[in-house]
Every structure is written in C-alpha cells, then in structure tokens.
C-alpha cells in the first residue's frame, strides 16, 4: 500500500464556459470556413445550435446524436491542416476568450504544488495546443480515429459524461494522484460524474441543475466573468514541471455544434 505522503494532488478543469467564456470550437468555425472546410450555412447552423444549447441544455440522449452525427462531418479530413489551422489561430481567436479567474486558480494550484489537467469532449487537436499555451501539466480529450492520416468518422475515446472520471481515474493511477484531496471545476450537470470523483468540486457558472445540486450538497460556487487576453497575463504563471503528451487530432468541436444546430433545424422544420 502506498503511503500517502507519496501522493500528488491534482486540478481538473472543464474548458468551455469554465476556463474560456464560450465553445472553442465554435469560436474556431470561422477559420474553418475561411479555409473552405465548413460551408456559410453549416457555420451559421454551428452559431444557431451553441445559442440553442446554452439557452437550453442538452440532455444525454441529444448529446449523443449531436456526436455521432458531428464524428461523420468529419470523415476524410486531413490531420495535418487542421494541426496547422489551429495552431496558426488559436492564440489570436481562443487567448481573448480565457477566464482571468481561470487564470488565477491555475496559478494557485500550480503554486501550491497540485498538477492541473484540462478535461474537455473537445478533441485533442484543439486541447494539446491549448494546453500548451496554459502551460498547464496533462489534458484529457476526445480522440478521434484516424487511419492513413485523415479521420474516419468514428471516435476512439469520446471524453464525455461517465467517460470523465474514467479517464481522471486512470491518470490518478498513473501518477499516484490523490483525488479525495483534488479539485474539480466545471459548469455542466453532464460534468456530475467528474465532480464526484474528487473531494472537492466546484461549480462554475452553473446551469440550473447543476446549481441546485451544487447547494443541496454545499459545493463551493463560483462565477467567472472577465475574459482577457493571455498575452497580458501569462508572466504570471509558472512552468510546469510534469511533461504531457502533445497529439494534434480532429476538429470534432467545430462541427459538434453545427451538427446540433442541424438537427435542431430539421426537428424545427417537422415541428
């Protein structure tokens, strides 16, 4: 048994509407479209769904459609000039869009010894760069399943729901986390699982659900409400010291939401 002075503790945060203040695959759609990857009606659709989705929620169920139909947008598009689109972009677009509050708790527990982890259903290709540009330790991520370098359609690993602390328990196992001493962060009642995975979850810019659960269970609440730029703050964070494994995959994200967006406009149509 090992002892618990060995024992790392660990920040595991959500991305969109935790660490920056909307989808960032959406906020990307419009470099996607410049490069003629995504058409004019797919990135309105992809604009239509996310206010559709943060005005309403999605249930599991809804979830999963909007993967599975977002994974086949995909199929047949070339890793390398997404890896290079994305990085190309991501400063500029993704940078002005970071919480400064996020900021400031990744360099707390960075200061404090605790590695920090993003964990987002974004895909990799979007989080690896990401993650750099925070210089935070670890992410966990979607991945994609590629063969002969473009994508199929089909994902590896879908990090969503239950399939959070999954992969958050396997990294504890890894690097000899403690979670019942870590802290998790996140806005989504989707994130439930990932937030009883550790011993101390905190909601940020809950919805609803989430925010009744959060009281009900005396969560620490928080709000965030200052994006800026990270140029203008990133002397104020520390290097890590844990080396993460970079991978560049697919940029599922982007048409995620426009993949919404067109099944909300069919069951519109029907409607």
């Not at 509407?17 to 695959?25: M, Q, V």
């Not at 479209?33 to 989705?53: D, T």
């Not at 500029?92 to 708790?105: D, F, G, K």
Request: net charge negative; proline share 5%; with cysteine.
């Amino acid at each position: 048994m090992r002892s618990q002075w060995l024992l790392v503790e660990a920040a595991f945060f959500d991305l969109d509407k935790t660490i920056i203040a909307k989808s960032g695959p959406l906020a990307l759609g419009r470099s996607f479209f410049r490069e003629g990857m995504i058409s004019h009606s797919l990135l309105a659709k992809a604009v239509y769904a996310q206010l559709m989705f943060q005005l309403m929620g999605a249930d599991e169920a809804k979830m999963e459609r909007m993967r599975t139909e977002a994974a086949k947008l995909t199929e047949g598009w070339e890793v390398d000039k997404i890896k290079k689109v994305v990085n190309e972009v991501l400063e500029e677009v993704i940078s002005p869009l970071i919480y400064a509050e996020a900021l400031e708790l990744i360099h707390d527990h960075h200061a404090a010894g605790r590695l920090v982890c993003i964990v987002s259903s974004s895909p990799e290709e979007i989080i690896e760069p990401l993650a750099r540009l925070l210089r935070v330790d670890r992410f966990i991520a979607s991945r994609p399943q590629i063969v002969d370098g473009r994508y199929t359609g089909e994902l590896d690993f879908y990090a969503y729901g239950p399939n959070k602390p999954t992969a958050i328990k396997e990294l504890a196992a890894e690097l000899d986390i403690d979670l019942d001493n870590s802290f998790a962060y996140t806005d989504s009642i989707t994130d439930l699982p990932m937030l009883d995975t550790v011993g101390n979850p905190v909601v940020v810019n809950p919805c609803k659900e989430l925010r009744r659960i959060a009281s009900e269970r005396e969560w620490r609440t928080e709000t965030f409400r200052n994006p800026v730029t990270l140029r203008s703050r990133l002397p104020e964070l520390r290097r890590p010291d844990v080396t993460w494994e970079a991978s560049a995959r697919v940029a599922l994200g982007v048409v995620g939401m426009a993949a919404l967006g067109y099944w909300l406009a069919k069951r519109t149509t029907r409607a």
